[in-house]
């Protein structure tokens, strides 16, 4: 493992923003932290490089532990959340400050940040101030400052959150390019699933201080360990039982289950081609259709519960009102222990990919 | 904004405050230079030359300079200990360094000669180390004395600039600097102090306009005519001696005074002017 | 994480220790310890002493006249202070940059020549002095005259906190409130009034606090009558450090009631001021 955190714990006053977190990366891997506002991220990412102090626990970087050393000397590049560009300097001296820090030669100085310029392609705006370039380019300046002085260790405090929409997924892409260009071990901290999704080899999930979840990102969507990752990753209806559903009769009542629009169907009862599964179907109302670009959102009441799907354009039109045919494939089903995925009993055998 | 307001109301409302403007604050300036040269050009010069006006304005200028140097080295320090920090008593600590803003400066006369006057209780001390040093140093009814006051009255004026300004820049740029291992002087000089320089210029400014003018404070410290008497004191005694020369003289200096006053407010304006536009960023 | 922290974080940014020392040092040594030299000999007097010397007829008019003064003053200048705010921030004028610029000029003008020089104007050789005199009015050497030198000293701090106030409200809280129908004095007092209040009450609060204590601008057109009740307190502190009879204790006694007095109103403006701000920022 590159970076190790020990059974890190941090309190602001009654506020605890991390419960005893571990975790390991490796070397040159792409990890983000993503969890919800509040849950402690941005915390952990701090403690990380020094700029806050972990009450108790653990940081080696490299199998040295660097828990006393400075933020200025643990070999770290930071990108912070509004970027902190220097507004008094332009993009060149901006991104030389790092390196005049370290007292590196005039010429070389100049070499690494044409070198950093044209990585991150700003090639002629060098005299430009931060308030000169738009957003997408400030954080493309905070990037090539960081990395600039090269670091053993990026890391990316909400590295997105400043940026309009439409850029942003721009960025995600360029920024895992550039990641992977240089090299650089690298964590990013994020609230945005999407983004963690997109952007990451590995996600951390955090929650109220702990850790929840590691894995790669379709390793953490197709098995969820815990309710609130369920919850958390994907679109999801929480459903107080599923005792209630065909071929789900002997799941344990009172556990609560969450389901995910793919795992959902609603189809005509005319279907020819889901003529066959029949015997497996609820009836349900339409409640609600909603246009989400390039699907409906169809919101179905079934048994007195809801559950949503998405529907394919192409498909006939549907009307609110209308009764459907309901089939639920599978669930995710929790207990204090975890969470399992239980599938439909009466479509075992049949290949649900195919459909 | 200001489309759609009535004429008539907006009018009104302009004819009163430009009336109270020019009767509060232009016609006071017209009265001193009129008063100050109605009895001619003669009179007027000797006043501004006589040996008394030329110590004042000595005495003035060392107060002013000495209370700038002072206040700025304070402005600064406070400002980054206030700005960049979060600890136990910050907000005491701000409460405090107003004190002499909202204080009658007769008090501040008063505390500098209850501390270093004749029955103050740090005159034996002071007294052990002129003997100790062989000098004769005296901090009241004295030159430094006059300096000290002025110091006094004028202490909050440039950080209460300079923090209010540096709070609303914050500090992650600072935070990025120190990360990246810049040191504190470094950190002060390339970034900082970009950010604070018209707001230091500006509490510099009105520094300087008090510390010139202070008139109680001084006044309580200050008791040899032309040896620690400032322009103030001097205007106070030429106008308390009565005779219609003298308060003539008076206006003679004031004007002298109302000059300096209105370089500095040209000055303030223009700081004003260019420290708005650069924070327009 | 804007959680409240009781100690000082760990900061990252270099210079806690030395802005710390030299910060309490110098304030210390140029303000604290002068002030508490105030307060140890105001303790030199005995209890009563002290309160035969605050009940002393002169000494009661002083600071009646010091803080009733003060008071009308302040008064005037939230009236004439928030009108120049918003004539500056809502009209154009000719004279608009010129008026906006010398509203500081009280800031600026030594106390001493406003004093002379409102005196001159005021009194019966100065033509604004003979109008009102004409009309049995005596402005200089009353305490019209006070009033009037505090009005001048104290105007620009209402007019300098209400205005950056003004200049960001929105108007749209004003089209608003007209376009509901209220009238032009419905929408100030019950729109704009609560927005400007708390800016108001700190303007009139450091006028207030300025007035109480001022010197060299009223002890000349004041006329320093105690017949005509025109002593304020700082004039009668100065007489007993400068008259024949010097009596320090006296004066620090008295400066440290006007010490007193100034906070416990700063203190009570500001509690009055968090309340206010509360509901507008709500």
């Known amino acids: 493992m590159y970076v190790e955190m020990k059974n890190i714990c941090k309190k602001f006053g009654s506020c605890e923003a991390a419960k005893g977190i571990t975790f390991g990366i490796e070397k040159g891997k792409l990890t983000a932290l993503l969890g919800p506002s509040g849950s402690g991220k941005t915390t952990l990412l701090r403690i990380l490089a020094g700029l806050e102090q972990q009450d108790s626990g653990d940081i080696l970087i490299d199998g040295k532990a660097v828990n006393g050393v400075p933020a200025n000397e643990r070999g770290i590049g930071f990108v912070f959340q509004n970027y902190a560009l220097f507004r008094y300097m332009t993009v060149y001296d901006n991104i030389a400050f790092g390196l005049k820090v370290k007292k590196m030669e005039k010429k070389k100085i100049r070499e690494r940040v044409s070198e950093m310029v044209s990585l991150i392609g700003l090639e002629g705006l060098e005299k430009r101030y931060p308030d000169q370039l738009s957003g997408g380019q400030r954080q493309r300046v905070a990037f090539a400052r960081a990395i600039a002085p090269k670091p053993d260790l990026l890391l990316l405090d909400e590295p997105f959150a400043a940026i309009d929409a439409k850029v942003r997924k721009e960025l995600r892409a360029w920024l895992k390019e550039m990641i992977r260009k240089v090299g650089v071990t690298s964590i990013f901290v994020t609230h945005d699933q999407d983004e963690a999704v997109e952007v990451a080899d590995d996600i951390f999930i955090l929650n109220e201080g702990n850790l929840e979840q590691t894995g790669s990102p379709k390793d953490i969507y197709k098995h969820p360990q815990t309710p609130f990752v369920a919850e958390f990753i994907g679109t999801s209806t929480v459903l107080e039982s599923l005792t209630g559903f065909k071929g789900f009769e002997d799941a344990a009542p009172g556990k609560k289950a969450i389901v995910r629009p793919e795992f959902v169907e609603a189809f005509k009862s005319d279907n020819q081609k889901f003529k066959s599964l029949l015997h497996a179907v609820e009836y349900g109302t339409v409640e609600n259709i909603a246009f989400r670009g390039s699907y409906w959102e169809v919101t179905l009441s079934v048994n007195g519960m809801q559950l949503t799907t998405n529907r394919s354009l192409e498909r006939r039109d549907i009307a609110v009102g209308e009764k459907m045919c309901v089939l639920l494939y599978r669930a995710y089903v929790f207990d204090g222990n975890g969470a399992e995925i239980r599938k439909n009993k009466l479509l075992e055998g049949v290949d649900i990919e195919a459909l | 904004m200001k489309k759609q307001s009535n004429p008539i109301v907006k009018w009104i409302l302009i004819g009163t405050s430009a009336a109270f403007f020019l009767l509060m604050l232009v016609l006071p300036l017209f009265e001193v230079l009129y008063r100050s040269l109605k009895d001619g050009w003669e009179l007027f010069s000797s006043a501004l030359t006589a040996e008394y006006t030329l110590s004042a304005l000595k005495v003035t200028l060392i107060a002013t300079v000495f209370a700038l140097a002072v206040n700025t080295l304070f402005g600064i320090m406070a400002s980054w200990l206030l700005t960049k920090f979060d600890f136990r008593g910050k907000n005491i600590l701000s409460a405090l360094i107003d004190i002499p803003f909202s204080i009658s400066p007769v008090i501040a006369g008063l505390a500098y000669i209850m501390t270093f006057g004749r029955s103050g209780w740090a005159t034996p001390l002071l007294n052990q180390i002129n003997e100790l040093l062989g000098t004769d140093l005296s901090l009241v009814f004295s030159v430094p004395g006059v300096v000290l006051v002025t110091i006094f009255v004028t202490f909050p004026f440039i950080s209460r600039e300079t923090i209010p300004l540096l709070n609303t820049i914050g500090r992650d740029e600072e935070i990025a600097a120190a990360q990246m291992g810049a040191s504190g002087l470094v950190i002060f000089r390339d970034i900082t102090f970009p950010h604070m320089k018209w707001g230091l210029l500006y509490g510099m400014i009105l520094c300087a306009a008090r510390a010139f003018g202070e008139f109680g404070a001084v006044y309580a410290v200050s008791k040899a005519r032309g040896k620690t008497f400032t322009l103030p004191l001097e205007i106070d005694a030429l106008y308390m001696a009565g005779s219609a020369d003298s308060i003539t003289q008076a206006f003679a200096v004031s004007s002298l005074l109302v000059c300096m006053a209105v370089i500095m407010l040209v000055l303030k304006n223009i700081v004003e002017y260019h420290g708005k536009k650069k924070n327009a960023i | ?282």
């Open chain 3, 1 to 282: 994480m804007g959680k409240a922290r009781v100690t000082r974080k760990k900061s990252v940014i270099p210079g806690f220790g030395l802005t710390l020392g030299v910060t309490v040092a110098m304030l210390s040594l140029f303000v604290l310890i002068p002030l508490a030299s105030v307060l140890a000999y105001s303790f030199r007097l005995s209890g009563q002493e002290f309160i035969r010397l605050m009940t002393r007829p002169n000494v009661v008019q002083a600071f009646a006249t010091s803080i009733g003064c003060a008071l009308a003053a302040a008064l005037i200048n939230c009236l004439f202070g928030t009108l120049l705010a918003w004539v500056l921030v809502r009209y154009d004028f000719p004279g608009k940059r010129l008026m906006d610029g010398m509203i500081e000029l009280p800031f600026a003008l030594p106390t001493a020549v406003a004093g002379i020089t409102l005196t001159k104007m005021y009194s019966n050789n100065g033509f604004l002095g003979r109008a009102l005199e004409s009309v049995g009015i005596q402005a200089a050497y009353s305490k019209l005259g006070i009033v009037i030198a505090m009005v001048f000293i104290g105007i620009p701090f209402v007019t300098r906190a209400v205005q950056p106030v003004l200049e960001k409200l929105s108007p749209f809280y004003e089209e608003a409130s007209m376009m509901l129908g209220a009238s032009r004095l419905r929408t100030f007092c019950s729109v704009i009034l609560p927005e400007i209040a708390p800016a108001l009450l700190t303007g009139f609060g450091l006028a207030l606090a300025r007035g109480i204590g001022e010197y060299g601008s009223v002890i000349y057109i004041s006329g320093n009558s105690e017949k005509n009740g025109t002593q304020v307190v700082s004039y009668i502190i100065m007489q007993k450090l400068n008259s024949g009879n010097v009596d320090y204790e006296g004066a620090a006694a008295l400066a440290l009631m006007l010490l007193i007095i100034s906070f416990a109103m700063l203190f009570v403006l500001n509690i009055v001021q968090h309340a206010a701000s509360r509901r507008t920022n709500a």
